[in-house]
Structure formats: structure tokens, C-alpha cells
Nanobody
Framework: QVNLVESGGGWVQAGESLRLSCAAS????????MAWTRQVPGKQREVLAA???????????YYADSVKGRFTISQNDAKTTLWLQMNDLKPEDTGLYFC?????????????????????????WGQGTQVTVSG
């Protein structure tokens, strides 16, 4: 079991920045992929960015086109804290931001590049933190 708690959301004006944090506790050593996702009312939850850590400790980063170049995902070595630095925020970035993580599975490495953007890839979710960007 992994518990995730997000923080750092708030209200900002367009063009400003925010940094979200996600504190992970429990069996974090068993996880492989951590991600930030966004939920907007009336739309499907979108995976914005993810970090995959392989069995050798190497990391691969993934970004959705909607945030590439503006958002940066990062994680500490212990996989107990995940961050999302969000720059040049736009009104369409408004939403509820969730942290998510996946329990590592055998031979999953070949599928990460294809499946990281699917919400079904992840096993554990936080409660979310609201981000509101006014134009």
C-alpha cells in the first residue's frame, strides 16, 4: 500500500508559476512510475507527466504535449516526494491535480513508453490539490 498526499495548489494569474508536491509513504520501494494528473470537470483525467524508475535506478521522463516545455516533474531518490514545477500557467491549466504511482511489475519496462499516459497504468492515487488560473 502506498499513500499519497498532494499540496501546493492555489490560485494564480496567467503567466505565473506554482510548484506542487506529493508526499508518498508506505511501500514506496515497490513503485516504479510516479505521475501527475489533472482532472477538469466534464473531461477525462489527463496524465501530464511521469517518471519511470527501472530496476537499475535509471529514470525516464515523460510529458504530455499540453505541458511540455512549461511543466517539470521531479522526484527525490527515495521516491518519497514528487514535485511538479508549473511555469507560464494558462487558464486551461485550471483543475484538480492528482499524484499517482504504480506498483512495479515484472517485464513492464517495455510497455512504459506506451502506457504511462493511461490512468489505468497507476495503482495508487492521492486526494488532489486544486489549481486555479485566472486570465
Amino acid at each position: 500500500q502506498v499513500n499519497l498526499v498532494e499540496s501546493g495548489g492555489g490560485w494564480v494569474q496567467a503567466g505565473e508559476s506554482l510548484r506542487l508536491s506529493c508526499a508518498a509513504s508506505g511501500d514506496t520501494d515497490s513503485t516504479s512510475t510516479m505521475a501527475w494528473t489533472r482532472q477538469v470537470p466534464g473531461k477525462q483525467r489527463e496524465v501530464l507527466a511521469a517518471i519511470y524508475t527501472n530496476t537499475e535506478g535509471g529514470r525516464t521522463y515523460y510529458y504530455a504535449d499540453s505541458v511540455k516545455g512549461r511543466f517539470t516533474i521531479s522526484q527525490n531518490d527515495a521516491k518519497t516526494t514528487l514535485w511538479l514545477q508549473m511555469n507560464d500557467l494558462k487558464p486551461e491549466d485550471t483543475g484538480l491535480y492528482f499524484c499517482a504511482t504504480r506498483r512495479a511489475a515484472p517485464r513492464e519496462g517495455g510497455f512504459v513508453a506506451t502506457l504511462w499516459s493511461s490512468t489505468a497504468w497507476y495503482n495508487f492515487w492521492g486526494q488532489g490539490t486544486q489549481v486555479t488560473v485566472s486570465g
